[in-house]
């Protein structure tokens, strides 16, 4: 005889990037097995697959994680973690600066509390993933995901410029229109190359200026008595 099955709770909530409505469960216990094995890894390096493992387990619908943005996941997996474990985290937190230190990081950590259901994902309302490199010749660029952050292993430069290559979803002009699938790897670099310094800037501001998980927390430092703010921002922050 079939042994009877457990009813799980369905919610909802928006995807950041599309602003569609997703349906996910909580970590059953196969998950908290994954999300503990990933943690034992000393490295770290477990831990984004893992992540990615369990969204694509917990959400209800097609969904492909490895093209999903690193907002996108970072968001859902705070979900997840508050409807299966609690919404409520605990976190030391040394603000800077404060009276009795000359303006350096405090010296203790005051521990905070934070509601997970109401960290949201920050929208700059100057991002654009449009952008006029001058006046003839435009870029549309494609949100980095982790498989894109993966794969770069060079310099911090370099690794900037990698991001770029693999988020260009298409170059345009006012006659033509260059889809990604159209042009190859080396033509790209030469493009890329060939950016001056206000046109890279020009790049570069939709990654500075991309949604990203982020959270005030406002408490009382328990060294010098003086209200703080704190944002936290990335998903490593809210389980510090």
Not at 31 to 60: R, S, Y
Not at 129 to 137: A, H, V
């Amino acid at each position: 005889m079939a042994l009877p099955k457990l009813n799980v709770p369905v919610y909802e909530t928006i995807l950041p990037s599309t602003e569609k409505v997703i349906k996910y469960r909580p970590f059953l216990v196969k998950e908290e097995k994954i999300l503990l094995t990933a943690m034992e890894d000393d490295t770290g390096k477990e831990l984004p697959a893992a992540i990615k493992q369990i969204i694509g387990n917990c959400v209800l619908e097609s969904l492909d994680v490895n093209s999903l943005p690193t907002f996108d996941l970072e968001f859902l997996f705070l979900r997840l973690r508050a409807k299966s474990v609690g919404e409520k985290v605990k976190i030391g937190l040394r603000p800077w600066p404060c009276s009795q230190n000359e303006g350096k990081l405090c010296g203790n950590s005051t521990e905070v509390e934070i509601n997970l259901e109401e960290v949201k994902v920050i929208k700059d309302k100057d991002h654009s993933s449009k952008i006029m490199l001058d006046e003839n010749i435009g870029i549309v660029l494609d949100y980095p995901t982790t498989a894109v952050l993966d794969k770069s292993k060079e310099d911090s430069f370099g690794i900037g410029i990698d991001i770029i290559k693999e988020s260009v979803k298409m170059i345009y002009t006012k006659d033509d229109v260059y889809e990604r699938d159209s042009f190859s790897t080396e033509d790209l670099d030469e493009f890329i190359d060939s950016l001056n310094s206000e046109q890279f800037q020009k790049v570069k501001k939709f990654f500075d200026t991309m949604p990203k998980l982020s959270y005030d927390v406002k408490y009382k430092c328990s060294t010098c008595g003086e209200d703080k703010t704190t944002t936290l921002e990335g998903l490593d922050s809210f389980f510090g």
